[in-house]
């Protein structure tokens, strides 16, 4: 006579572990909160880091204001104080610092350590791992941009005039700095060479877009406003000083370039380190 042991459905059930389910359990929205949640810590802990970041942007503006303000119009600022001139372009200079040289940076110092490679092995997916970069990038650019403005009124400049566009301007720009950042990122080879590759793109664009001084060629002014940074700046410069709205060709040209970044990032990146 065999006899047979009852079973239930808890007999072969393990006692389920703290984390067991929880990939499952937890939606997209939720990975990417703590995503954005891990970047924020690493920038907010990082004190040096920190610091340059906003402090830089402060110090440049502070000068300026100190030379340039109390001014009247000029034709040399198109009709503009030269602080009214430089709130707007120094704020987009600060995106721009945060968006696309910090982040390609930052890529290719993790790329470099193993840190994405190890990344790459987790069940995180690839979008939320980014798109918790670009609002980290976003949330920084809004504290930049917050202080230029702050530091912009105390020598007189006025409240832009139309805050729609400045804070689409800054989402459009963060976000095309940002693609743009991790597409070059992806051609650079080692963590030592990143700093240099970026200021070498960096840089020029930003002298010829006419951050630090107005450019009154015409000629130069045309092929600036076929890249990226002119065009950021023009779109910052009219709800500042120009009374004016949406610029919806600067922002063309803008989402075009993060086209551009973004499909050589999606053709190009690398988990892994490059071997030497």
């Not at 009709?79 to 940076?105: D, F, H, N, R």
């Amino acid at each position: 006579m065999t006899s047979t042991l009852p079973t239930t459905a808890t007999t072969d059930r393990r006692p389920a572990g703290p984390g067991a389910g929880r990939p499952h359990e937890r939606g997209a929205l939720a990975l990417l909160a703590h995503q954005i949640r891990y970047e924020q810590l690493s920038f907010w802990r990082n004190p040096q880091s920190m610091v340059f970041t906003f402090v830089l942007p402060v110090v440049i503006i502070a000068i300026f204001g100190a030379v340039f303000g109390g001014g009247q119009g000029e034709d040399f600022f198109f009709g503009m104080s030269g602080m009214e001139y430089y709130t707007p372009t120094i704020a987009a200079v600060s995106v721009l610092g945060a968006c696309y040289g910090q982040l390609a940076i930052i890529l290719a110092m993790r790329r470099q350590t193993g840190v994405l490679k190890r990344l790459h092995a987790t069940p995180l997916p690839a979008w939320v791992y980014f798109a918790g970069l670009l609002v980290h990038c976003v949330v920084v650019s809004l504290v930049d941009v917050a202080l230029v403005i702050g530091i912009g009124r105390l020598y007189g400049v006025p409240w832009p005039t139309h805050w729609a566009a400045l804070a689409v301007t800054l989402v459009f720009g963060a976000a095309s700095f940002c693609a743009l950042g991790v597409g070059v990122a992806s051609l650079i080879r080692n963590s030592e060479a990143a700093p240099a590759v970026v200021q070498f793109i960096q840089f020029p664009l930003v002298f010829i877009s006419g951050s630090y001084f107005p450019i009154h060629s015409e000629v130069l002014n045309n092929i600036a406003g076929l890249l990226p940074v002119k065009p950021f700046n023009d779109a910052m410069l009219a709800p500042f000083a120009q009374g004016a709205g949406f610029q919806w060709r600067e922002l063309a040209v803008l989402a075009a370039w993060g086209v551009v970044g973004a499909l050589i990032a999606v053709r190009r990146f690398r988990w892994d380190p490059r071997p030497e």
